[in-house]
């Protein structure tokens, strides 16, 4: 299983950007997947999950900017950002697993076994 994120980049307050996640190895239609985003000093946190089902949730930080998605021909999460403020800069990785409460709240970062390298968003 590999998972490679892109779409990172700087961008100034109150703009967009969406990132993805190719994975291979795997059908992304079977797994849990999150985006998880980690700021300097701080814990790594959840913010968008999709489950196998697609059912999706946001940590309230994200609700309302942020949209996960999947694409299963292309076998890629999205991760549709907008309205973005200076508190979304962070690290971003996406990550997947079987977990059953694929939830926001109930799945943390040590319930996944595949990460990608991650990619940075910077708001200004």
């Known amino acids: 299983v590999q998972l490679v994120e892109s779409g990172g980049g700087s961008v100034q307050a109150g703009g967009s950007l969406r990132l993805s996640c190719v994975a291979t190895?795997?059908?992304?239609?079977?797994?849990?997947m999150v985006w998880f985003r980690q700021a300097p000093g701080k814990e790594r946190e959840g913010v968008a999950f999709?489950?196998?089902?697609?059912?999706?949730s946001y940590a309230d930080s994200v609700t309302g900017r942020f949209a996960i998605s999947k694409d299963y021909a292309e076998n890629t999460l999205y991760l549709q950002m907008n309205t973005l403020k200076p508190e979304d800069t962070a690290m971003y990785y996406c990550a997947a697993d079987f977990v059953s409460d694929c939830v926001v709240g109930w799945a943390r970062a040590g319930d996944f076994s595949y990460w990608g390298q991650g990619t940075q968003v910077t708001v200004s």
């Open positions: 999709i489950d196998s089902e697609s059912d999706t």
């Open positions: 190895g795997y059908n992304i239609s079977v797994y849990c």
